[in-house]
């Protein structure tokens, strides 16, 4: 069977895991930012063994030397430096600036990631460790010390066609415990066997250098943050209303949906043109409140709450604003709308003061009503999809865990705190094969994280306003989470919760300056980055590196904004959650356009440039 053809998506995995495995974390992201958000989805990167770059240039190098000392009619000739793929000038690395670095001796070097380490006489990246260099091949010259490639371990630098080779003496392609190594005719280690010949699990993640360890600044933080003023446009879109919703159509970064108490609108931007408004629901004096929004995670439908004569309904609309369907009513305001991450389920969460009801809507059956509510004799305030089958809810005192099958029912309850400072948000994530939960109590501006009991009080000195989890790298790898929370103390900050050893750490506390409440934050869909806003000001940062922020941006009238709704101190700070403005932040699938919603106007912010 001829082998499928080689793609920009395989050159660009293979240096994707390059640079990964090389400790050069912050191009690794650099690249899967501007390539794919997910290379460990895509269906061939299972099959990819450590150093399989360095492996298949080797190859080549190999296959091009063999070329060149054979003629037309495959006798051997004298194969000179002249004929070398670098040409026939050595690569000395005492040429290099900067000073020597001692080498590492095998026993002294430290334990690779994967734990593997180098056998006498087994071969390494296409070469043995004992084997005689082949005829007409210059022999290799290994250099009078090693190169440490990262924080990683320390690198042999050998030279052969007049190329440097670097390998990992430590570490040694994957081979099953108790199986011999297998060396196919390139002189690569078990690199063409796949996992099935081997009876084993596809070969382990990389190791993700930006969560899990000191990665090489390649790309140099600016003095100066950028200013994403002169790229970014604004639109008014309320006139007299408040936006307080702001959502990206899935997967298209023209389409952004607008939405307030009173009104919903979407826009498709265009570079060529001003954006064209398509009103969903407007504000005609018929006291219709939207009370929630939220797009079907192909953007093919969005979904509308809206409340009017005490009852709840929802309408789904398609990009060109047109109604497509309109759900069964329900006798309680709609208060969240939450569809999973894929396929066709959506949440309603359906309210009044002291009943809940959870209900579970599928699209694609589309029943004439309701399957059975969950009923929770409690507000919930918010949801969160924990997979296909999971989902957790907070408010009053309680952690709600729920099983969806067909429908949706509550299977655990977790029951602490004060009714008076109810739970505020909660957000999911897998650690390993563990289901974590974790909620934030705004008021009391506390953690807890009902699934491990663990739980922090006093995180900040104000109410919370918004939490996020960094969950792309923890879904994939038993990494600990990384929370970012806002508050009304000035500060977001990122937390580094550490199920095991039980522990919250404030790694970064960040801020727009004095008396400006943080009051929404949002990672990057990458995660490489986090945003975070105040009434009229937002800030992006490294989320690795933290301080100082790589962009900012500010309302061209923010002085004339600045007392816009100021709230009264509290505790030396900028006064509750009830008295703070709403204030929306979200990035577009692509990580490369911010939707800012602020007072009657909607900011789309380019970064770009």
């Not at 066609?161 to 040694?172: F, Q």
Request: with cysteine; hydrophobic share 35%.
């Amino acid at each position: 069977m001829a082998h499928p053809d080689l793609t920009s998506h395989h050159v660009n995995y293979l240096i994707w895991r390059y640079l990964q495995e090389s400790g050069h974390g912050e191009a690794a992201v650099m690249l899967q930012r501007a390539w794919n958000h997910d290379p460990q989805s895509l269906p061939f990167a299972p099959y990819i063994r450590t150093h399989a770059l360095v492996s298949l240039v080797q190859k080549g190098l190999q296959y091009y030397e063999l070329e060149k000392s054979l003629d037309k009619e495959g006798n051997s000739i004298p194969f000179s430096p002249s004929n070398y793929f670098f040409g026939p000038v050595p690569f000395e690395l005492e040429t290099q600036k900067g000073p020597p670095r001692e080498s590492i001796s095998a026993d002294q070097a430290p334990v690779s990631p994967t734990g593997k380490v180098l056998r006498d006489g087994v071969a390494i990246n296409g070469h043995s460790s004992t084997e005689a260099a082949p005829q007409n091949v210059k022999k290799s010259r290994k250099s009078d010390r090693t190169e440490t490639n990262g924080n990683e371990v320390s690198m042999d630098v050998d030279s052969t066609n007049g190329v440097a080779n670097e390998s990992k003496p430590d570490i040694l392609e994957s081979v099953p415990p108790g199986e011999t190594a297998v060396v196919d005719g390139d002189g690569d280690v078990s690199m063409g066997i796949r996992p099935a010949v081997h009876d084993q699990e596809p070969t382990e993640a990389p190791t993700f250098t930006l969560t899990t360890g000191h990665s090489i600044g390649v790309q140099i933080t600016p003095a100066k943050a950028a200013d994403l003023s002169p790229d970014t446009a604004i639109i008014d879109v309320a006139g007299d209303e408040h936006v307080t919703r702001t959502l990206w159509r899935p997967h298209d970064p023209t389409v952004v949906v607008a939405a307030g108490d009173t009104f919903c609108s979407l826009y498709k931007l265009s570079s060529a043109s001003p954006p064209v408004q398509e009103k969903l629901v407007e504000n005609k004096g018929d006291a219709v409140w939207v009370t929630a929004v939220a797009w079907e995670p192909q953007g093919q439908k969005l979904a509308v709450a809206t409340y009017n004569d005490m009852r709840g309904s929802i309408t789904t609309y398609d990009v060109a604003g047109n109604a497509v369907d309109l759900l069964p009513e329900v006798p309680r305001m709609i208060s969240a709308l939450k569809w999973a991450n894929s396929g066709s389920q959506l949440i309603v969460v359906a309210s009044d003061s002291k009943i809940s009801e959870l209900i579970l809507w599928d699209d694609v059956l589309q029943p004439e009503e309701f399957p059975p509510p969950q009923i929770v004799n409690d507000l919930i305030l918010d949801i969160s999809w924990l997979g296909h089958t999971q989902a957790f809810a907070c408010g009053g005192m309680s952690i709600y865990q729920c099983e969806i099958d067909s429908s949706i029912h509550l299977s655990k309850t977790f029951s602490a705190g004060d009714p008076e400072q109810p739970w505020t948000f909660i957000r999911c994530g897998i650690v390993g094969s563990s289901s974590v939960a974790v909620a934030a109590s705004s008021s009391n501006a506390s953690f807890w994280v009902p699934t491990h009991d663990l739980r922090i009080e006093n995180a900040h000195d104000g109410d919370i306003t918004a939490i996020q989890l960094k969950t792309n790298l923890s879904e994939q790898l038993n990494q600990p989470l990384i929370l970012a929370s806002s508050s009304t103390d000035d500060t977001v900050k990122l937390w580094h919760i550490d199920l095991e050893s039980r522990k919250f750490d404030c790694i970064h506390r960040l801020s727009l300056g004095p008396s400006l409440p943080i009051l929404a934050n949002c990672f990057s869909p990458d995660g490489y980055a986090l945003a975070a806003a105040s009434k009229d000001t937002l800030a992006i940062w490294n989320a690795q590196r933290g301080d100082p922020p790589m962009a900012t941006w500010k309302s061209p009238n923010a002085m004339n904004t600045s007392s816009e709704g100021k709230s009264p101190t509290l505790n030396c700070y900028n006064g509750s959650v009830e008295d703070a403005q709403d204030r929306s932040l979200t990035w577009d699938t692509d990580g490369k356009r911010l939707a800012f919603g602020f007072g009657s106007q909607l900011a789309i912010i380019n970064l770009q440039r």
